[in-house]
């Protein structure tokens, strides 16, 4: 091929040109039918118009409350903790092992130790997580083993 003969890729499409006479195939309307608000120039309308009518954001009543600072925790009941080998515990570990699950891309959820089913929890164990219920860490140290805070 010849360098002189190279062409633009786009060159095979014409744009439409709308509303220049009826040989282009969009004269006349252009494409927009015949009149009413979406015929005009600059007749868009927004998605949450409903033509007059009130709309559903105002329509519906206000509701609940939704804390902004509220901290959701990634929780670890004590009876899991029950038949796992190790005696140390991290929150990596605790990843690692399945009994908790991995942080999501942009949150990082702090890990929490519940103590649900602990009536059955008889294991010296020493765990580093975020926070601890209190019965939780009663029965940890209760056990011989510790909770820390990290």
């Known amino acids: 091929m ?5 062409q633009r890729p786009d060159v095979k499409h014409h744009k439409k040109r709308l509303g220049k006479g009826q040989g282009t195939g969009q004269g006349g309307t252009a494409g927009k039918g015949h009149k009413g608000q979406k015929s005009r120039s600059g007749g868009n309308i927004p998605a949450w118009f409903e033509g007059g009518q009130m709309p559903i954001q105002r329509r519906l ?31 990596e570990k605790m990843e690692k ?3 908790i699950r991995s942080p999501q891309k942009n949150k990082i959820a702090p890990v929490k130790i519940l103590s649900n089913g602990g009536s059955t929890f008889t294991r010296k164990i020493n765990i580093q997580a975020n926070a601890f219920s ?3 860490k009663e029965l940890i140290e209760k056990n011989g083993g510790k909770a820390e805070v990290v």
Request: glycine share 4%.
């Open 61 to 91: 009543p206000k509701r609940g409350f939704k804390n902004r600072f509220r901290v959701e925790y990634r929780i670890v009941n004590l009876n899991r903790l029950q038949n796992v080998e190790d005696s140390d515990l991290n929150i």
């Open 97 to 99: 092992l399945g009994l």
């Open 134 to 136: 209190k019965s939780a």
């Open 2 to 6: 010849e360098l002189h003969k190279i």
